[in-house]
């Protein structure tokens, strides 16, 4: 595996070079474009837990509280100029009525003083309604094209989400599963930023064609992103 267009940091990231833009592959599942201050999460799907509860799938009703608290520790940590939301933002259309005030104030908060971009996904078509942001179809910084869903064959300089990207590694009986980052260094697949996002094994047939060699994987841990061979995944 080669590592001469990757390379990993003191404070956890995975520095990235891709189609000659360096970026930063956070450990929280966020991206970092120092060259434009951008911040980039994706697949927030905010509201999962009270769209399933609707349903009469009770799940715990904190997960908007959960992905607002990583997403505010993230910009703090940053500073960035811009927010772009990548996709999927909303679980669902009524999601912003389902909010609870405090989140929203919550939200209000993170995007003070800054521009938040809310790429539109294909769960929240209609945008952030009355929440802060203004949609958009998709986003060009440095040389990257930001969109929610990644576009069938060479897609250089495509930073996308939607695929909600894991890996499984491991062995002899024994494995672990981790969201991750995919990228060959010519476009990168964000994983999941919300609580209950869920997550597709980059096994999947989903992920096929996308990259023009064999991929590494960016995988989340508790202290840093795990760069992983594509021999070394496994398939659920």
């Known amino acids: 595996m080669s590592s001469a267009w990757f390379s990993s940091s003191p404070c956890g990231a995975l520095h990235v070079t891709v189609h000659g833009a360096g970026v930063a592959l956070r450990r929280s599942g966020a991206l970092w474009l120092a060259a434009a201050r951008a911040l980039v999460a994706g697949d927030l799907h905010l509201e999962k837990g009270s769209a399933y509860a609707a349903r009469g799938q009770l799940l715990p009703p904190y997960d908007t509280r959960e992905t607002l608290g990583r997403l505010a520790a993230e910009v703090e940590q940053t500073d960035p100029r811009l927010i772009v939301l990548l996709g999927d933002t909303l679980h669902d259309s009524g999601g912003g009525e389902r909010m609870d005030r405090k989140d929203i104030l919550r939200l209000v908060e993170i995007a003070r003083g800054r521009t938040v971009l809310w790429v539109v996904g294909n769960h929240?078509?209609?945008?952030?309604?009355?929440?802060?942001?203004?949609?958009?179809?998709?986003?060009?910084?440095?040389?990257?094209?930001?969109?929610?869903?990644?576009?069938?064959?060479?897609?250089?300089?495509?930073?996308?989400?939607?695929?909600?990207?894991?890996?499984?590694?491991?062995?002899?009986?024994?494995?672990?599963?981790?969201?991750?980052?995919?990228?060959?260094?010519?476009?990168?697949?964000?994983?999941?930023?919300?609580?209950?996002?869920?997550?597709?094994?980059?096994?999947?047939?989903?992920?096929?064609?996308?990259?023009?060699?064999?991929?590494?994987?960016?995988?989340?841990?508790?202290?840093?992103?795990?760069?992983?061979?594509?021999?070394?995944?496994?398939?659920?």
């Open 124 to 236: 929240d078509p209609e945008g952030p309604g009355d929440l802060p942001g203004e949609a958009v179809n998709e986003v060009v910084l440095d040389g990257l094209t930001l969109r929610h869903e990644p576009q069938p064959g060479g897609q250089g300089g495509e930073v996308a989400g939607h695929l909600h990207p894991c890996a499984r590694v491991g062995g002899g009986g024994r494995s672990v599963r981790r969201r991750c980052f995919v990228s060959d260094g010519a476009r990168v697949i964000l994983p999941a930023f919300g609580a209950y996002a869920g997550g597709l094994n980059v096994r999947d047939p989903a992920f096929e064609g996308l990259f023009a060699q064999p991929p590494i994987m960016g995988a989340l841990g508790a202290r840093r992103v795990h760069p992983i061979g594509w021999r070394s995944t496994r398939p659920d």
